[in-house]
């Protein structure tokens, strides 16, 4: 039988919710595919790139969808609960699929933002409507990846800040500062092999609040006690403006939430590639007669 579109998936899935347990993709499929009907060839089928099936690629997307509309809530990374939006849906009986999520305000945001991409790809050349996509496809990563940050252990997030300086080049040791010890910093970089030249790193995992002024004032009298020039402040959330003026003063680096997850996809750090895809084009040389 043929696999049923991504926004058919919509209502079983939810459903699979329904008992308010936390759940992960591959929970979900083993609870949808007998409501679909759907058999073991059908869920062997994989996509054009061989690395993921369909069943499973449809299924992350309805998920995806009803997160963005707020019926779903991310726990952790590949794992979701229902919310109190969700159970309303489920309540009412009625079929979920874009057109019945449009009546929530933040998918309302979500799909005018990507109505607007999609506009503009329509004007684009395929090459470029391929690299919109991947861009697409790294927001939502980007997303998920900075609620799996700020739900971990502040210690090691400052690791992950300190693998992520290292995987951008900068560094030829790093290591953690003791807690006990600090003095308001939580990391250094040896950019060389004997440390005469270091990066001092302030990380903050915060979920809501911003980094204010103190908290910068406190980062720069550290690398002044330290007689380094050489400062970055990461944070999984934002900077308020004293803090960035202060900042830009003292010529401190400055790394929030969009930007820390955006590099860490650049750098594949807390992340990995799921697909590749091979693009083929015509070789003239293969039909020179020359």
């Not at 003095?183 to 915060?206: C, P, S, T």
Request: charged share 25%; hydrophobic share 35%.
């Amino acid at each position: 039988m043929a696999i049923p579109q991504y926004q058919d998936f919509m209502t079983p899935v939810l459903t699979a919710f329904q008992d308010n347990k936390p759940k992960n993709h591959s929970e979900v499929e083993r609870i949808v595919v007998p409501q679909l009907h759907l058999t073991k060839e059908d869920c062997a089928q994989l996509l054009p790139s061989g690395t993921q099936t369909i069943v499973r690629n449809r299924l992350s997307w309805a998920i995806y969808y009803m997160y963005r509309a707020g019926l779903l809530q991310q726990q952790k990374r590949g794992v979701y609960i229902i919310t109190e939006e969700g159970n309303k849906v489920l309540q009412s009986g009625k079929t979920i699929n874009n057109a019945f999520l449009e009546q929530f305000p933040s998918f309302q945001a979500f799909q005018n933002k990507t109505n607007k991409e999609e506009n503009k790809q329509e004007e684009t050349d395929p090459a470029t409507r391929i690299s919109n996509a991947i861009e697409e496809f790294n927001k939502r990563t980007q997303l998920e990846l900075l609620e799996q940050l700020k739900t971990v252990d502040p210690v090691f997030f400052e690791k992950i800040c300190l693998q992520l300086m290292q995987s951008m080049g900068y560094g030829e040791k790093v290591s953690l500062t003791p807690k006990s010890h600090d003095g308001g910093i939580d990391g250094i970089i040896n950019e060389d092999v004997l440390g005469l030249d270091k990066i001092y790193l302030q990380a903050k995992r915060y979920s809501t609040n911003k980094v204010n002024e103190k908290e910068m004032r406190d980062f720069v009298g550290a690398l002044t006690l330290s007689q380094t020039q050489k400062g970055v402040f990461i944070t999984t959330s934002y900077f308020d403006k004293k803090a960035i003026d202060m900042a830009a003063r003292k010529n401190i680096i400055l790394i929030d939430g969009d930007k820390l997850t955006s590099l860490m996809i650049r750098y594949n750090v807390g992340v990995q590639t799921k697909e590749t895809y091979q693009i083929k084009e015509l070789d003239l040389s293969f039909f020179s007669e020359d």
